[in-house]
Each structure stands twice: as structure tokens, then as C-alpha cells.
């Protein structure tokens, strides 16, 4: 018997909470990692050696780790619906057997060409940090067997609706690499090399508990002929390009900005952290939790309810992200001065940053929305067409960086990210609603789009004046930035609250009666017990 509609929402709630939940507190701990890297070793040929052998396990773990979490849900889910557990549980037996036999092979090559690797990413890398860069490799290059286990895993704990351990992993690793960083203080960057290892592997090793309770029992099967093993080729082939794609992309727009003004290269990485930090907590968190539904209700064909999840997972959202968005465009040097500026990071570093990340701004409503969209093609099985659209939005890109980067510099790179994000998310939404002949269609939401973008524009409003006022009193150290940044932000969403609910947004209207009644609920609970 399937869900109900409402155990649906209870149950996608719940988990989007659990999941913004730990991904809040390791977005947080990503950052402490940083301020420990810089505190013990600065910004040294160790640093250097690190970073550069830290480089080959984050570039394959950004292309497989996402392709095998987003890839897992849909394939189990439609095997479970098809065949049944026994079967589908024999299909991941001989995937994890097949990725096993794939990723030794990679370690195996790859440890006694390290140094080979290290040229590639870092050719000017003076001879005596490249040798230490290639030792730190040798020690950090098993680990993505761990990492890409894991991420194999989290999709198919995600598939069978438990989402806290998958969202814990990325905790874990970060907590037991601050850990290695810290312990280098006494013995050297390689704690740091092999922290990394043992945060990897500990986020694996957090998942096989919760499998085991699950029904996953692995057992060595090699069966390439699996008819399963062409479907899971099918649909990640695609994502993998994808992925790769959007690596090949970082990799080209870090070389456009080495042409421009020293400090460029760090100002955009810097902005592009922070404005990336909504679409990992919010829409990623909102994603993943969606997507198990999603996969669930295109195999049993119940196309009804998988359109009205993705549309209302679309519409909470441009509700979450739309004031945010303008709140980082308009608060943008603030937010700089809170965060970074201390130490070396002088008044040139924050005006660079601000820049960048006030045009990084114009782009997060796509940025958090195309993941949801793009899960809406993965959850019936198209991975096709979110890479054709990929390659469409990289390209564009490409050409509108060459057109910006004279006018606005290192801003003109940030701002033609955000643009190709728009572009992407309004070309997928087309696409979607013409792959389910209509039944996708983002019509109904115009009106209180409409009414989410001026209450949006009153929130810009309201705490740039805010902002602006306070600036004479609150104008210097952390803490009154901090205090003024605060102030100015929550004036801005309590004017975007208020003005959405007056305009009557449906579903803003119905997120505020739901909180209502759960914190009362609680307020009860409490009363009748005490």
C-alpha cells in the first residue's frame, strides 16, 4: 500500500530538516577546516603540497560522488518496484563489486604515477614542493575508494528513507580532518594527508550499520551481462560527463581570472563559497529529500503526484531563496567583513569579494533550483537531457565570461555564472514540462512568483536602509558589522514576511500555519506533561 499525499509531506519535511540540519553544521565545520589549515600551517609551500595533492580525490569526488548518490535512488527504487528487494539488493552486490574492481585499478596506477599527477594540476610548483605534494597524494589517493563507496550508499540508504547518516558523513569527515590538521601542529602537513584518509573513511564506514539494517548484505558478484549494470551505465554515463563538464568549466574560468588583477582568482573563490552556501543547505537539502519521492511515483507511473512534489518543491524554494538572494546582493559588503576580514585579508580583498559575490547573488534563485529540476529528469531515468542542457549552460557561460570580463573584470566571471544558472534553470523547466507532455507546467505559480518577487524587493529595501543607517554607528570591528549585518537582515525578512503574507503567497501561507501549529503543538505537549 503506498503513502498517503500527507505521510508524503510529513515524511519529505522531516528529512529536508534532518538534512539542512547536518548540512548547516558541516558547511560550518568546512570552514573552521580552513581557518585550522591557515592557522597552523598559513600559506606555505605545505599548504601548497597539500591543496595540490588534496586536488585529484575533490575533482572525483565532485564528478562520481554526486552521479553515484543521484543515480542509486532512481535505480533501486525501480528495481524494488519491478523485480522486488531480493533482486534489487543482488543489483547493488554487484555494482559495489563492479566500483570496487574500478577504483583499485585507479589506486593502483595512480600511486606510483603521483608525481606525474601532481605536474598535471600544478606544473610550476617549485621541485622540492612537488615531491612533497606527490608524497601527500600517495597517502590521500585511497581514499576515494571510501568516498566513493559512501556516496553509492547514502543514495541507497536515501532510496529506503533514512536520510540522517548520509547527511552525518560529510560531518564526520570534516570533524576527523580538523582533527589531522590540528595534530600537524606537532607532526608535519602529512597529519593533515592522512586525516583526510581517515575522514573518508570514517563517513563509509558510518553508513554499513544502517545498510545492514536495511537488508543490504554484500556479497562478491561479478556480473557485467546484469541487465542492471547497462541501466546504472545509462544513467550515470550522463551525469558523469555532466559533472566532468562542470569541472572542465572551474577549471577554465580559474584561468580567465589568472589574466586579471592579483587577488582575483581568491576573491571569487571566497564569494562563490558564500553564495553557494544556500543552494548546499537549503535547496540541496530540499533535493535530496524530494528525490526518493520523485524516483518513487515516475516507476509506479503515478505522474499526478510526481508533478504536484516537483512543482511544490520548486515554488517552497523560490520562496526561500528569492529574499536571500537579494539579502547577498544588497548586504554583500557586510557579509565580506564578517567573514573574512581579519588577518591578511585587507580592504582590497573585501571590496574584490563584495563584487564577486554581489553578482554571484543575481544567480542563486537557479543555482538552488536547477538541482531540483535536474533530480526531476533523474528520477525518470533521463540523464540525457539535464547534460544536453549542462553543456548548453557551459558554454554560455563561456562566451558571456569573454564578453564580461573586460567591462567588470573578476565580476564579469561571477556575473555570467549566474546568468548561464538563470538561462539553465528557465531551459530545464521548458524541457521537463514538454518530457511529461504538460503535466510539468510551472503556469500556476506566476501569480505568486510575481507576489514573492516585490515582497522580495521590499526586503532588499528595507534593510539597505537599515543597512545605511547604521553604518555610522556600526561601522567598525566584527561585532558591530556583525551586529549592523543582523539588525539590517532580519528587518529585511520580516518586511519580506510580512508583504508575502498580506499578498497572499499559497504557500508561504502554508508553510507559516504549519510552523504555527507545530511550535503550539509543542507548547501543549510540554503543558499537558508538566
Known sequence: MGRTMTDTKITVARATAIIIVFTVLSKILGFVREMAL????????????????????????????????????????????????????????????????????????????????????????????????????????????????????????????????????????????????????????????????AGYAAAYALQVPYLRRVGFRYRPAWDIKHPGIAEAGAMLGPVLVGTGLGQIYLIIDRILASGLAQGSISALNYAQKVALLPQGVLAGALATALFPLLAERAAVQSEADYARALVRGVSVTLIMTLPLAVLLVVLARPTVEVLFMRGAFDARAAAMTTLALAFFGVGMVGQCINPILTRGFYARQDSVTPLKCAVVAIGLNLVLSLILIHPLKHGGLAMANSLAATFNMFQLSWLLKRSTGGLVSFAGMRRDALKVLVASIACGLAAGLMNAGLAGTLAHGTAAVFARLLASGGAGLFVFGVTTWFLGVTEFRALVEKVLVFAFRGRHTKAVTG
Open 38 to 197: 591557515a592557522y597552523v600551517f598559513g600559506a606555505g609551500a605545505a599548504t601548497d603540497a597539500f591543496l595540490v595533492a588534496s586536488t585529484i580525490p575533490a575533482i572525483i569526488f565532485a564528478v562520481l560522488g554526486g552521479a553515484l548518490t543521484a543515480g542509486a535512488v532512481p535505480l533501486f527504487t525501480a528495481y524494488r518496484a519491478r523485480w522486488g528487494e531480493k533482486e534489487a539488493w543482488r543489483l547493488f552486490s554487484v555494482m559495489v563489486t563492479a566500483l570496487l574492481v574500478l577504483l583499485l585499478g585507479f589506486v593502483a596506477l595512480g600511486e606510483p604515477l603521483s608525481r606525474q599527477l601532481v605536474w598535471l594540476i600544478a606544473p610550476g610548483l617549485p621541485q622540492g614542493t612537488a615531491e612533497l605534494a606527490a608524497g601527500l597524494t600517495r597517502v590521500v589517493l585511497p581514499g576515494v575508494i571510501f568516498f566513493s563507496l559512501a556516496n553509492l550508499y547514502y543514495g541507497l540508504l536515501n532510496a529506503n528513507n533514512i536520510f540522517g547518516p548520509p547527511a552525518l558523513g560529510p560531518v564526520l569527515t570534516n570533524v576527523v580532518l580538523i582533527t589531522g590538521i590540528l595534530a600537524g601542529a606537532r607532526f608535519g602537513i602529512a597529519a593533515a594527508a592522512w586525516g583526510t584518509l
